[in-house]
């Protein structure tokens, strides 16, 4: 008896110990990074909504279960691992007492059976993430498997792990039955049928009970310290990372800049002493580093990645691993007590520590700048990620440093960026050409000089695409057209519009964007705008979401919704039919990051004849268009097209028209059919239009033709 307690108590004091060291090495890792006073402060003024993400994400297993049979299979064991923690304490408690039941509950039926349901739960949940790693085995499915680049091998050594936790475990209960030592008289079915198959060994259970309970403590003891290790590290922190994630999630506005945990003022900024963006692996703030720390290595947000996708070198779950396995590397450099420690570290840690965050492999960068610009911000990562990590906050961090430091992006986004700054919206066509779109109206459009009117319900927000961009022109009209006939006032900034800043912003350039946003605050302030409708995602983000960083709130509303909530009160009425196969294709901007799925369908459900189909990626799962991120103001260079691999998955659809709610989607899925209509791959008379040009086709009586022409003069696509 003594012996035994011995040997429980060295192996928990030996695993204590090199799990504690690795633990305390991990923190001060983390405690190398940027403050966030943000993160606590939305916990602290919102505690009922992050226990909520505990309670549904964490215990709920919510997003994992997104996924039903890897989820499940997670849900089991997760669930297994909370449950045989009183296994834990048996076990615990039988070194020091054969006869050892947990005080109160220790001997009850139902609680053995629970035991017993869960450790075969678990074995379930193992046997079936074995299949899905052997049928989904990155050396033979190659990119489209979701583990291609994880860590396979730590994998299977964890299944292993879990699998010796509960065979040891209905060892030595089999064992205890047949030696007088289990507590449950009742209930424990699958310890009683291994029990059967030890009896015929007699007085030696006694002995195997003994060998099976240090067997299962030093499973779970190596287990406990393999897991600060490796990847499985996520057991432990990613409640903590969950926890101090932003809500409602980590999708629709940027955060804002920070250095030193303050919002980064540009007019104080001190090039010498504040952080401009992510630009070395300590720039992360401690939340970024715990980001990096929970990675459970999925993949599931590398497999709904449109640029992966799409055969680019980007892959979100590999930027997390690469800054990861970077931050890890560094570490003899971010702890050392002196730069006389740092001098003195070997070769290779100084030259880790000096390797740039962003450069091609001749730099040695930790991310290529391939991967960096290869993102669309359209979030799918974020979406899909099970604990919570922030990927475009990381990429945007990069971008930011890239940009405004280091003057490295894109060589042809460099000329969006100057039209920016210098005429106020991307393409550079200037002020004077954002009325050209009302010219052929039969109604006249007011626009907002000084105050907007006490009468004027709504700020009809144009966007530049919307008011310059020939194809984005004809939603603009179909837009006014349908608020003009359902009787709803609305007023135009025209010429005091400029772009909201978004294209800069999800590129890096922070300081054109709060620029642009500064002054577009300052003009809807001046007029006094309360309510805005916006026609593109991308404007209605910016304002709802981002411009309250700035001081400027408003009631901003998409104008599908509006529209659909028109055609509810029935001020709209779509008469003629349109008999055809309509395909929707969801914005990122306006379904995942702003969660509006609904009111463009119920559009669509409501003109007569519509027969709308659904892609197989829709909705949260929608499939990027390629444009986000200021991805529409670069080349795409390398791999498929994400646009063409869209309109290939609607083209399966056999559509006879591609809908969508958004300018820039417009654009990208215009192109691509037009380059498969060139190819002969799609037919002559297939159309992408916005659903609101779909809706007025369908008010206009028939005869009339669709909604009014573009006039040709405006722009057209990318500059
Ligand atoms: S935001 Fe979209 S494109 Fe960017 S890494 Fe995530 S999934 Fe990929
Ligand atoms: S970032 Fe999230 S979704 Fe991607 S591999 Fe890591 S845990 Fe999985």
Known sequence: MALRIIIGLVLTAVAAGIAGR?????????????????????????????????????????????????????????????????????????????????????????????????????????????????????????????????????????LLGIFLVIATLLLYRGAQINSGQFPYPHGAFASQIVGHWLHPLGAANAGIATTFILLQLAVILAFGVFVTYSKHLHIAVAPINVLFSRRPNGLGPLPPMRSNGKVLDFEEADPDSDVFGIGKIEDLSWKGMLDLATCTECGRCQSQCPAWATGKPLSPKMIILELRDHAFAKAPYLLAASEDARAALPDAARAE??????????????????????????GACVEECPVDIEHI???????????????????EAATMLKNLENKGDPWGMGESRRADWMTDLDFEVPVVAGKIGDDVEYLFWVGCAGALEDRARKTTRAIAQLLHAAGVSFAVLGPAETCTGDPARRMGNEFVFSMLAQQNIETLTEAGVRKIVASCPHCFNTIAREYPQLGGNYEVIHHTQLLA??????????????????????????GRHNRVFTPPREIMEQVPGVHAQEMHR?????????????????????????????????????????????????????????????????????????VAQLLVRSVQPAGTGPGPAGDGAGATGRP
């Open 22 to 158: 690795r633990l305390w090495w991990l923190v001060r890792i983390g405690r190398t990074g940027q403050p966030a006073p943000e993160r606590i402060e939305a916990l602290r003024q919102h505690p009922g909504q992050q226990g909520e993400t505990q309670v549904t994400e964490v215990i709920g297993q919510r997003k994992l279960l997104q996924w039903s049979v890897p989820g499940l299979a997670h849900a089991f064991t997760f669930w297994g691992f909370i449950v045989l923690l009183l296994t834990i304490i048996e076990a615990y408690g039988s070194l020091f007492s054969r006869h050892f039941a947990i005080v109160l509950i220790g001997t009850w039926a139902w609680v053995g059976f629970i035991e017993d349901l869960f450790a075969v739960l678990v074995l379930a949940g193992i046997v079936t993430f074995a299949v899905i790693r052997l049928t989904t085995d990155p050396k033979r499915a190659g990119r489209r498997s979701r583990f291609a680049g994880s860590h396979t091998g730590a994998a299977w050594l964890v």
């Open 618 to 690: 829709c909705k949260e799962r929608g499939f990027c268009c390629g444009a986000g991120g200021a991805r529409m103001w670069m080349e795409e260079r390398i791999g498929k097209r994400i646009n063409t691999e869209r309109i290939d998955e609607a083209l399966g659809t056999d559509p006879d028209t591609i809908s969508t709610g958004c300018p820039f989607c417009l654009v990208m899925l215009g192109d691509a059919v037009a380059a498969k209509k060139g190819a002969g791959e799609a037919k002559e008379s297939l159309e992408v239009v916005d």
């Open 565 to 590: 909530r028109l055609l509810a009160d029935g001020k709209i009425k779509p008469v003629t039919p349109i008999e055809e196969k309509v395909t929707y294709h969801d914005p990122c901007f306006l």
């Open 393 to 411: 906050d990381h990429i945007t961090g990069m971008r930011r440093y890239q940009v405004l430091v280091e003057s490295a992006f894109p060589t």
């Open 353 to 378: 520590a000096e390797r740039p965050i962003v450069g091609d492999a001749d730099a040695r960068g930790v991310i290529h700048p391939d991967e960096l610009w290869s993102c669309t911000n359209c």
